[in-house]
């Protein structure tokens, strides 16, 4: 499947509304696996920073809850969407929970994979092999490694990034492929 195809995957919103990546067509997007007991949950707040910076020049961040990493988004949407509305007043779009890994993987998630195999590191790094130390190894080498793995989609709809769940939306690499990316008209 081309990452062009992607616009067209049937989404579902955390409200249960029916939605697709072509609603936000010709806009930047950062597509974030989230999860609200993790370890990583405080980057939220740094996502929803970044889609009030940017989202007059065309950034849209989506989050999509994933329960496949420890357990640790277990909660029903209500209470992801009233976790995520409370805690770090997040007002980008929110879908419902789906599976990144496996059997179950997302259509969404394996067009994103197979356009993009492999997630650029943190600088700072040791997040795989903190995990490793913890038995936490994914399957496949291109699975997601973990809760907080990003996607950048270009204006284009096409797949232009992948980060590691340890890079962060205001640090390089991910900032400067943001900025970037919507620089691109």
Known sequence: MGSSTVYDIP?????????????????V???????????L???YAGLEQAYKKYQDKGLVV??????QFGG?????EAEIATFCDTQYHVSFPLFSKLSVNGEERHPLYKALIA???EAQASPAGGLREKLAQHGRVPKEETDILWNFEK???????????????DVTVDGTPLADAIETALAKH
């Open 115 to 117: 356009a993009q195999p």
């Open 11 to 27: 989404l579902r919103r955390i409200d249960g509304s029916e939605a697709q990546l072509s609603d936000y067509k010709g806009s």
């Open 72 to 76: 640790q988004e277990p909660g029903t």
């Open 41 to 43: 949950t405080p980057q």
């Open 151 to 165: 996607f950048l989609i270009g204006r284009d709809g096409k797949v232009i990034g992948r980060f590691a769940p």
């Open 62 to 67: 989506l989050g999509f809850p994933c329960n």
């Open 29 to 39: 997007l950062l597509i974030v696996n989230v999860a609200s007991k993790c370890g």
